[in-house]
């Protein structure tokens, strides 16, 4: 079994960073993309960033400049900065990884169950 849980939310007021992480547990054998999704209150869960197992790095354009996406592979962990927030930005923030187990050599893909991030104007 594997689960991921992401942590870092909060309030924060427009302008101002937060850091969210996500760790991935259980039996994990290898780690392909991992990436970073938000849903908003009453819209569609979105794709925010993703990052390859060789770093290549991918971000949607309102977040360009101002997000960065990275990885520790030791950790099994991968991280958000998120600077110079907006308004916008506030969501339900999620990670998901592409992970193989120790007893199968086939991935699939995690969720984590979300972590609130609040901006006020």
């Known amino acids: 079994q594997v689960q991921l849980k992401e942590s870092g939310g909060g309030l924060v007021q427009a302008g101002g960073s937060l850091r969210l992480s996500c760790a991935a547990s259980?039996?994990?054998?290898?780690?392909?993309?991992m990436r970073w999704y938000r849903q908003a209150p009453g819209k569609q869960r979105e794709l925010v960033a993703s990052?390859?197992?060789?770093?290549?790095?991918n971000y949607i354009d309102s977040v360009k400049d101002r997000f960065t996406i990275s990885r520790d592979n030791a950790k099994n962990t991968v991280y958000l900065q998120m600077n110079s927030l907006k308004p916008e930005d506030a969501a339900d923030y999620y990670c998901?990884?592409?992970?193989?187990?120790?007893?199968?050599?086939?991935?699939?893909?995690?969720w984590g169950q979300g972590t609130q991030v609040t901006v006020s104007s």
């Open positions: 990052i390859t197992s060789r770093g290549a790095r």
């Open positions: 998901n990884a592409d992970i193989t187990t120790t007893d199968s050599t086939s991935f699939r893909s995690y």
């Open positions: 259980g039996s994990v054998k290898g780690i392909y993309a």
